[in-house]
């Protein structure tokens, strides 16, 4: 039997945007305006107002966790002004989330920039770095007593999304990237395979990669916190004798990260599901009964897969598991997804793998860049009324954090 670990963070996730509401000054809240037929964030979750409700709902079901983001946007409204009422918003919702047991695992970019930074040219430009690490020293004024800091969320999923709007932006004017990528995550009719995304550019990647390095170096002269960044993992596997094309398409879109990873206190693993590798690449998923809401195929041993490579690639670096979950309206299946990809996670953990915490994907049913239909969330939200249902996903998962073990 699995012994409990201690101090192991059981929590939820949310990020900024997907659950504030009326995030005007983004780049993500341009591109809702701007592109046909995407659906808007408009209010969210109004969490905004609301997150003293929404940690005291996962405090009371037994988390001791909650992954939250702050909004840069809202931060720094225009460049090089810093915003000390937005700034002291958000250290009320740390010292909320304390007061209720829960440690703040905060992270500092989830995917939306500044609309002005976008203008600027972003990651790109030849000031992005310099203009996040003046940021991030900003965020620091509010870290006190944060133990956990994710620097930038899904690197590899944040630079694709970089080089598709630039491709698109130079095609066909700007805001058509996020259109592809409205595309792309929307389900898929039952039979048909769902599209392949293209791999990320590594040079906007060795951009990022610096970002976080710059950003670690502020966070650590100025905080007490342990920093890391969050990597999308796919659990990819080779067919037989694709071996080395998996090492190739792995590199690009995963390790390059991991291995940016490696002197870092922490590595934040975010896993959903698996695909295969043949020689021609990424093997499309079929959509079937199986398939979630956004096109993945059910693989709960995905997790088990993704720690053990991370841990791997990055030469034993912890492991905080900062986003897991499944786009389903069935919470049973919820459950027993959880249930199971637990199970695999806590066999690696037997198996040596230094993992601290498991935060789920999401504590709320939110806004999933460009629609609203899939839901991950642990607890519902009435959209008019923004009334809060826990499900009994959640209350399931404050059972495991009970035990310390599935």
């Known amino acids: 039997m699995t012994r409990p670990v201690p101090g192991f963070l059981w929590g939820a996730a949310t990020a900024p945007h997907q659950v504030e509401g009326n995030n005007v000054n983004s780049d993500w809240w341009v591109r809702e305006e701007r592109v046909p037929g995407m659906e808007r964030s408009g209010d969210a979750c109004d969490s905004y107002h609301r997150y003293a409700e929404d940690m005291r709902l996962l405090a009371d079901a037994g988390l001791n966790a909650y992954r939250f983001g702050i909004e840069w946007a809202r931060i720094e409204p225009s460049p090089g002004r810093f915003s000390r009422a937005e700034l002291a918003h958000y250290r009320r919702m740390i010292d909320t989330a304390l007061g209720l047991g829960l440690k703040p695992v905060v992270t500092l970019h989830h995917f939306t920039h500044p609309r002005w930074f976008a203008e600027e040219g972003g990651w790109t430009g030849d000031a992005g770095i310099e203009r996040f690490e003046a940021y991030v020293r900003a965020a620091c004024d509010i870290l006190d007593g944060v133990e956990w800091v994710c620097t930038i969320n899904e690197p590899n999923m944040l630079a694709l999304m970089v080089g598709m ?68 993992n796919q659990a990819l596997t080779a067919t037989p004798g694709n071996e080395a094309r998996l090492r190739e398409i792995r590199y690009v879109r995963e390790d390059l990260y991991l291995e940016a990873a490696r002197d870092d206190d922490f590595v934040g693993v975010q896993s959903y599901s698996g695909q295969a590798v043949d020689e021609n690449g990424i093997v499309p998923h079929p959509q079937g009964p199986d398939t979630t809401l956004t096109g993945n195929a059910y693989r709960p041993d995905a997790l088990g897969i993704a720690v053990r490579h991370t841990w791997e690639v990055t ?74 249902r826990p499900k009994p996903s959640l209350a399931r998962l404050g059972e495991v954090a009970g035990r310390g073990r599935p």
């Open 315 to 388: 030469g034993g670096v912890p492991i905080v598991v900062t986003e897991n979950g499944i786009a389903t309206a069935d919470d049973e299946r919820r459950i027993a997804y959880t249930s199971e990809a637990l199970r695999h996670l806590f066999d690696a953990i037997d198996d040596g793998v230094d993992v601290r915490g498991y935060i789920h994907w999401s504590a709320l049913d939110n806004f999933e860049w460009g629609h609203w239909e899939p839901t991950f969330g642990l607890i519902a939200v009435d959209r008019e009324t923004f009334e809060r």
């Open 165 to 232: 709007r630039r491709a698109a932006q130079a095609a066909a004017g700007a805001g058509a990237g996020a259109g592809a990528a409205k595309k792309w995550m929307s389900p898929t009719v039952e039979g048909a395979a769902r599209p392949v995304l293209p791999d990320p550019d590594p040079e906007i990647g060795r951009r990022l990669a610096a970002a976080h390095h710059a950003a670690r170096a502020v966070l650590a002269e100025r905080t007490d916190a342990k920093v890391g960044w969050t990597v999308a």
